[in-house]
């Protein structure tokens, strides 16, 4: 382990992942790559502190926390099943279809 792993703990860039998906908005900003800009701090390292395994936990907890209430809202309002269509739950959630046809196959 060299020394910038050795100053980046565990803990501590687990306290940065929850800072930064706190403050982003967007599910393009939900990389490894951006990620590691706003903690300043190279990608490499952050795979070998925290693993991709658990990088995609965070990612799909902050898709969940988008996406279940915009099915929710348009579920207790539905009519049709268009209502409820993939592409409605993207565009209310601020995400692309492909995430919500993706996360149903999950």
Known sequence: ???MEHQLSLEHLLQLVEQYLAQIKTYRELTVKQFAAFANV???TILLVLSYQRWRTFTDAWLLERV????EALFEHA???E???ATR???KAG????????????
């Not at 995400?95 to 999950?106: C, E």
């Open 95 to 106: 995400v692309t279809p492909i995430i919500i046809l993706g996360m149903a196959q999950k």
């Open 79 to 81: 009519n049709t099943k």
């Open 89 to 91: 739950i993207a565009k």
């Open 68 to 71: 279940r209430p915009a099915m």
């Open 42 to 44: 190279d990608q490499k």
């Open 83 to 85: 209502d409820v269509a």
């Open 1 to 3: 382990m060299n020394e």
